[in-house]
């Protein structure tokens, strides 16, 4: 990537580069114990409206939303929270505050 810096002047390269950069970034999904599964679990099935911290994975980026959960919805399998929309399988940690 070093070695394109001087290239990153011409405009038809600084968007390919910007690619590169998000690509290489990426990591894979982490793994989730049982353990904490079940942690997840409980905390969704005895939500009150309380603060959470949660945090999901997306395109090989791992992301963290703070705040109340708008919406649990099983039937989906969502959850709706500051306008987004997480499945369940992109949860990571879930935590209250």
């Given amino acids: 990537m070093v070695k394109y810096q001087p290239y990153k002047s011409l405009v038809e390269q600084s968007a390919i580069l910007a690619r590169m950069r998000y690509e290489k970034n990426k990591q894979p ?35 963290s939303l703070f705040g109340s959960m708008d919406r649990i919805d099983v039937t989906r399998r969502v959850i709706a929270m500051k306008g987004k929309s997480i499945a369940f399988s992109q949860l990571v940690n879930l935590e209250r505050v």
């Fill in 29 to 63: 999904k982490p793994w989730i114990s049982s353990d904490r599964a079940e942690e997840i679990n409980e905390i969704l099935v005895h939500y009150a409206r309380e603060e959470v911290r949660l945090e999901y994975w997306e395109d090989g980026y791992r992301y």
